[in-house]
């Protein structure tokens, strides 16, 4: 079969748009990923997989039958919530999801029926792959109402029995009628294909262990041929399974992503209209993870997200330290989030974004009076930052947040953040400004309070936007703080270690079944403290807006089991491993 021919559409200087997609996709996936390092075993990612090529750029399975474990533990979270009008949580949900599928049918008079058509061949697996993304595909056509182009993807549904499937998808068809797609046939090793005709897309086939549905004809030809090589498929090659031999083998959901050869011809395509743009987003992704799998699963009161990745280098590169951090913040903090190496990644970003700018005189001159006026280069003002944490939270009267950095040079963190107090103090010479800057002396530390009042505030008041900030810092002899409102500097100067975070039970036990102190990043959200906290700050107003009690009869109950969503990264050899939780009390 010869391989259609798909169009495209944009300009060429629209594509730059494609490598910024691409790299957040990258980023975005890379840091939210990786896995806990569990038993080392090759992970069963499902028959689907076999037809699938290792390096396709997205490929999700389901399990929409889970083992007795599995089930049994979803079962088991589910009852933390209120009941589920129809779902018994004393049987299996598989089951009840056909019979419920079953009644739909009936009710439609469908003719057909999930128990007698389907489930006696179906093995309980279901996967979609995007087996390729042209860089073209994801440009911004020139008529925006136009169809967007569907990259190449196959539906992968698991045979447990050839002979009863084929019988099934001929009753699915007849009883379909007149609202079937008529088809062509065509062979494929051996394989019979039927494409859809006319205004319909799409095609299928059925092999001993799978139906395949594609966005067209040469999808499904490309997934028989990736099973028929039997070498270089998703389920066995050498760079996917480092990772997957990582993974838990009993989950619920299963996905793995590839994004290397996209963000090549993502990069091909910018440097066509902007060599020095593409340049610099090539410089920032050549150290990013651009591959990586993940399983999500059940475990009773929590659902785990155990995912790998390979790590990124350079600049970016992560190392497991205990920092400590955790013990430096209130312990009423609801989210914290810590890592390190912080000031070389922010400069790495900053760096190649500054050198494509300049290429223009506009960017160039821009630059140049920035950095002037700076009295630095513009990657200084973070190169002096190591470790660094973040805390947002609520004392019980307002909210707070702030940063904890751990300077690799104390003196040039006094000198970059006194000129944030020196640009204010210019500012403050307006006295229509609204600007003042103020030094305090606590616990012996110098704390600076740069202030600001909108002198507007009154006629502006019918707007939901703020009408002050204060932004305060200190700098001791082996910390920066910086704190966003009154609060956060003062107390993580007075704080003692026994009220921090680190010593909160609920934290430090998540922590340590996450995988430990010694790691390459944290995150925690408290989830129940934040609705305590927003139910107490907005109280009256949500009784107000909520005349009906909606909320604390419909919403509520299902917000109360929420506890934390806790998430630890670890570098465990060449692979980049986070096991992440969603926690239900």
Request: glycine share 10%.
């Amino acid at each position: 079969m010869t391989e259609s021919v798909r169009s495209s559409g944009g300009m060429s200087s629209g594509r730059l748009a494609i490598i910024g997609v691409v790299g957040v996709l990258a980023v975005g996936i890379g840091v939210a990923v990786g896995s806990f390092l569990l038993t080392t075993r090759a992970v069963d990612v499902g028959s689907g997989a076999a037809y699938v090529p290792a390096d396709a750029p997205f490929f999700v399975a389901m399990r929409l039958e889970p083992s007795a474990a599995q089930d049994g533990a979803l079962r088991e979270m589910l009852g933390h919530f209120p009941p589920i009008e129809g779902v018994d949580l004393d049987q299996p949900l598989y089951s009840q999801l056909v019979a419920r599928v079953d009644e739909m049918l009936a009710d439609e008079d469908a003719g057909v029926s999930w128990g007698d058509d389907v489930a006696p061949w179906f093995d309980g697996h279901v996967a979609i792959a995007v087996t390729e993304i042209p860089a073209s595909a994801m440009t911004m056509p020139v008529d925006p109402m136009a169809i967007p182009e569907v990259p190449p993807t196959v539906v992968l549904l698991g045979v447990s029995d050839g002979g009863a499937a084929e019988a099934g998808i001929e009753r699915l068809l007849a009883e379909a009628g007149d609202d079937a797609p008529t088809f062509t046939e065509t062979e494929h090793n051996g394989v019979r294909i039927r494409s859809a005709e006319g205004s319909e897309t799409g095609a299928y086939a059925l092999t001993d262990d799978q139906v395949i549905i594609g966005s067209d004809a040469e999808a499904v030809v490309r997934a028989l041929d990736t099973h028929a090589e039997g070498s270089g498929t998703l389920a066995e090659m050498a760079e996917m399974t480092k990772l997957t031999e990582t993974l838990p083998d009993d989950w619920l959901v299963f996905a793995a992503y590839d994004l290397t050869d996209l963000m090549a011809d993502a990069l091909a395509e910018g440097a066509a209209a902007s060599p020095e743009i593409a340049a610099a987003f090539e410089s920032l992704m050549e150290h990013q993870p651009l591959r990586g799998a993940m399983a999500v699963s059940a475990s009773g009161d929590r659902i785990l997200l155990d995912a790998a990745t390979d790590p990124p280098t350079g600049p970016f590169a992560v190392e497991n330290d205990d920092r400590g951090l955790a013990g430096e913040v209130p312990g009423d903090a609801l989210y914290f989030s810590e890592a390190g190496n912080l000031g070389a990644a922010f400069a790495a970003v900053i760096e190649p974004i500054k050198q494509a700018l300049a290429t223009t005189p506009e960017g160039e001159e821009g630059i140049g009076t920035a950095e002037a006026a700076l009295g630095a280069d513009i990657e200084d003002l973070v190169s002096w930052i190591d470790d660094g944490a973040m805390a947002i939270g609520y004392d019980g009267s307002e909210p707070y947040g702030g940063l904890v950095l751990v300077p690799n040079d104390v003196a040039a963190a006094e000198r970059r953040l006194g000129q944030l107090a020196s640009f204010a103090g210019l500012g403050a010479l307006d006295p229509t400004s609204g600007i003042t800057v103020d030094e305090e002396e606590v616990n012996g530390v110098t704390v600076t309070s740069i202030s600001w009042e909108n002198p507007d505030a009154a006629l502006s008041s019918m707007f939901l936007t703020p009408t002050s900030v204060v932004v305060e810092y200190a700098v001791t002899g082996d910390r920066a703080l910086i704190g966003f409102g009154e609060s956060f500097v003062r107390r993580v100067l007075s704080l003692d270690e026994s009220d921090s975070l680190a010593s909160q039970p609920r934290y430090a036990e998540a922590i340590a079944e996450m995988g430990g102190s010694e790691n390459a990043g944290v995150t925690w959200f408290d989830l129940a403290g934040t609705r305590e906290a927003l139910e107490s700050a907005l109280g009256p107003m949500l009784a107000e807006g909520d005349p009906d009690g909606i909320y604390e009869s419909e919403i509520r109950p299902w917000l109360l089991p929420l506890d934390r969503i806790v998430a630890v990264m670890r570098l465990e050899g060449d692979v980049l491993i986070q096991r992440a939780a969603l926690v239900v009390d």
